[in-house]
């Protein structure tokens, strides 16, 4: 059961550069969301999507993109990477918008 | 629209009892509460719903007053496990409405 996965766990990039996190659950859940984890701001909600070819943004969206064209991943891209990107991104997922469940991870600095 | 939580920290020993709690500056329609160890991800613990509908683990207990928009997390009889942080996120119907608070530190000590 491999459940949420997240990939890659470490990304060092450099500004300007084109970054893809990639999202992968085995659950077949409907919603999939990102965050980013920043010290001082807790988990804020980057983009949300309740099945495939639905998504919305959310609280911090500028800078991002994000496609679902299957229910089990959900990529999220950084068109031109800033600085003030580097954080600790988290991909969960939730079939009914109350228990979420979140993925390892991924620690990214952009240089 | 990012709910407050209270106390930023705390410090218990094994045994003693806490309380933390969220408040949101907006209506609510659910709480949820998460705990997350250092360097791990989040962990959902609770979901208390508009209506009186709660859904969690059994030894976790939280409270949810819809007029005030507060939520409150009581942990008892404290374990070494429980140390981490604690996260209350508040949702509206639709899941591009769910805002995390910053954080509650806990730590428990022998």
């Known amino acids: 059961d491999a459940g949420i996965t997240q990939s890659p766990r470490y990304k060092i990039t450099e500004t300007g550069r084109q970054v893809t996190l990639m999202c992968h659950q085995t659950w077949s859940h409907s919603y999939m969301f990102w965050y980013r984890q920043d010290l001082g701001h807790g988990l804020r909600l980057i983009y949300y999507?309740?099945?495939?070819?639905?998504?919305d943004k959310g609280e911090v969206p500028d800078g991002y993109v994000v496609s679902r064209s299957k229910t089990e991943n959900f990529p999220l891209t950084l068109e031109s990477a800033t600085r003030s990107q580097t954080s600790v991104y988290f991909c969960?997922?939730?079939?009914?918008?109350?228990?979420?469940?979140f993925g390892p991870g991924t620690r990214l600095t952009v240089t | 629209q990012q709910p407050v939580q209270s106390p930023q920290a705390v410090i218990l020993r094994e045994g003693e009892d806490a309380v933390i709690n969220c408040s949101s500056s907006k209506a609510l329609y659910s709480v949820h509460w998460y705990r997350q160890k250092h360097g791990e991800a989040p962990v959902f613990l609770m979901i208390?719903?508009?209506?009186?509908e709660q859904k969690g683990h059994e030894k976790i207990s939280a409270s949810f007053n819809e007029k005030k928009q507060q939520s409150s997390l009581y942990l008892t009889a404290s374990q070494l496990s429980y140390s981490g942080t604690y996260f209350c996120?508040?949702?509206?119907?639709?899941?591009?409405?769910?805002?995390f608070g910053t954080g509650t530190s806990l730590t428990v000590i022998p």
């Open positions: 969960a997922s939730s079939q009914d918008l109350y228990e979420q469940y």
């Open positions: 996120g508040t949702g509206r119907r639709t899941g591009n409405q769910f805002y």
């Open positions: 208390l719903l508009k209506g009186g």
């Open positions: 999507s309740a099945a495939a070819d639905i998504t």
